[in-house]
């Protein structure tokens, strides 16, 4: 019955984000993005301070393993009063640079499960796609409030990860998909010198999980891989190191799906993206050589509060309880 | 495999660094020429494979987003190749599906 549901729910979004109105961005009589509002915010000051943005979003996501687009969106809708379409198609073509040049490095350590990633990135890309079709017809304040949602659970994702982050992990066997697609694998743990073997149990549910997290990435341009990391982890016992390395090698190819159609939809002004992509690229380099220096728990408990209150803000913002 | 993996992870970093130039090379033709015309709304595909004019200063700014945004793609196809020569056809078959879908989603969202 639950899964009848979630099908149906699945096969609804995707009608719509096919079928559905389109490029309401443009025409809109609600909110109409024109010209004058697309530049007039655009000023030298205004890309320095999108520059700045994201160099501090990008540098403090390489320190804590989330992509920078869960912060800098909100900022730039917040701090600059870019239109969150924009913001968001900014965010997503950073996404892409930053998981590109980190993947270059992961690749060659041999913790990412490869045939793991291609399987769930069949569900990814297709989610993406769909993301980005329901996110060019979705209004202002809708997306707002997914976005303060999905802060929101970010938040609970990381406290409760600080909580438990002691919790032993107990390698779970192939279930008969995983079985047929030889899902399981093993990497080498320089850390505890020695190889780790494990299987993929529940990959059908993974699967479906990577697809709503494909729907997310495209609906607000970030990388997702908060809700990728939790299913493999939790749901399909993967380990961590992999699943964190998976994931990263999963989102260059999920936010290249969507960030086509951000491109094509004009949502990826040159003036707020330039500046952005350069900014979360310095800033992510920079934050993997800072992290070998800051406390790791102090960072974590400052960034649940910080998570929190651009969650609130953005959905009090969405459903007009306050003017930004 | 192993020696299309180091193959890939160089492109990645090729493709990043390239349209990092690309970007800043636009940030500075706009500066430089005082043209930040920027197509706004929908875009066509031919503005943003031909642009006008051709390598005008906002045209080498998004020749840079594309660059980027090929870079996965190209990992994608890459990885086709690999499990092809492989003869591993089911997951030729999967990456071949992921790479479907990447170039629909490029013809996709025409607005």
New interface residues.
Partial sequence: MFWLHIGTFLVLIQYRALFGERSRFIDSSEKRITRESVTGYVTPPTMVAALAIALGSGALGSMLGLGGGVVMVPLLVFLLGVPIHIAAGASIVAVVATSSASASVYVRDEVTNMRLGMFLELATTVGAVTGAGLMAGASEATLKTVFGVTLLYASAVMWHQMRSSGRSWTPADNDWVAERLRLGASYYDAARSETISYGVAQSLPTFVISYVAGVVSGLLGIGGGGIKVPAMNVVSGVPMKAAVATSNFMIGVTAAASALIYIRNGFCDSFITAPVVLGTLVGSFLGAKLALRVRGVVLKKVFVVVLLVLGLSMVASGVGLIWA | MRRL??L???V??L??AL??LL??V??GLMAWSGD?S??????S?EW?LWGDPFLGP?HV??L???V??????V??AA?VVAYVMDGDW??AA??G??FA??V???F????
């Fill in positions: 993996e180091v890939v992870s160089g990645l970093r493709g990043v349209s990092g970007i800043l636009g940030l930040v920027c197509p706004y709304g929908v875009l595909l943003v906002s700014l998004f840079g987003f594309l980027l945004v090929a870079t996965p793609m990992r994608v990885s089911v997951y999967i990456t599906l992921v879908v990447l629909a989603g490029m996709m969202g025409l607005g």
